[in-house]
């Protein structure tokens, strides 16, 4: 059975990077290096494995340095989304939304990822089984996610809880839950639109007022991630992944 990847991917690259500094400092986050690879090249190859042949990055943070790293890629072809004041997560993909679904290709779903997202994949290409596991009759965005207590650099509350059908619900203030968002995830184009009006959400909005959205009509799901994910946020992290990638080079010769 062919499987029907996303030619198109959202790639989120304008953040600040505050908890990583004095390393984001002089550089964006997802210019930072891990066993001597970016996170940005890393995630665009993966895109680029999975069938990916364009990818919309927003910049905001050292754009210029953004844009001149990327002039250097062949694939996937990429366009650029600059953003004068910070979008955040959602706005961000929601002001590239034109780029992403072209109005002579109609609305299909597309790939978004986080450009500082690290991961190691399991069996199977996670990129490729969200594609497997999307639903257009019943989703509006589907998620990977990691169980928490494997998650290296990881010490949050968890994101989500994920019944035996894969549907996703948010943490309430009050608990702890077993997944973690990996930053990677398929949204469908509808996710971004007003409900009683039809149009594009404006501004800066984070992607979790959308995913409280779906989730209220069941159409928020998520897969378990099965390779490995790295979760880096400070320089203590970005320490002890490169201290991971030190013990799984012989294992993982492109990574």
Do not use: C
């Amino acid at each position: 059975m062919s499987i029907a990847v996303p030619k198109r991917a959202m790639v989120l690259a304008a953040g600040l990077g505050l908890r990583l500094r004095p390393i984001t400092t002089l550089k964006p986050k997802p210019l930072v290096e891990v066993g001597g690879q970016t996170l940005l090249d890393r995630a665009l190859d993966r895109l680029d494995e999975a069938g990916v042949e364009t990818a919309v990055v927003n910049t905001h943070y050292y754009a210029e340095m953004v844009a001149k790293r990327l002039a250097q890629r062949r694939r996937p072809r990429i366009i650029l989304s600059p953003e004068t004041d910070l979008l955040e997560t959602g706005g961000g993909i929601a002001h590239a939304l034109d780029k992403l679904n072209p109005p002579d290709e109609g609305d299909r779903p597309f790939y978004a990822i986080n450009g500082d997202s690290f991961w190691l994949n399991g069996p199977s290409d996670v990129l490729k089984r969200l594609a497997a596991g999307w639903d257009d009759a019943r989703m509006d965005a589907l998620l990977a996610v990691y169980a928490t207590p494997h998650a290296l650099g990881y010490d949050g509350m968890g994101d989500f809880m994920m019944d035996e059908l894969g549907r996703l619900r948010r943490r309430r203030e009050d608990e702890v839950v077993p997944f973690a968002f990996i930053g990677l995830q398929i949204l469908h184009p509808r996710l971004f639109r007003n409900s009683q009006t039809g149009e594009i959400e404006a501004g800066a909005f984070s992607l979790n007022r959308l995913y409280d959205r779906a989730a209220g009509t069941e159409r928020l799901w998520g897969i378990a991630h099965d390779g490995e994910w790295f979760h880096i946020s400070t320089p203590e992290d970005l320490r002890d992944a490169e201290a991971q990638l030190g013990t799984r080079y012989s294992f993982y010769p492109r990574i």
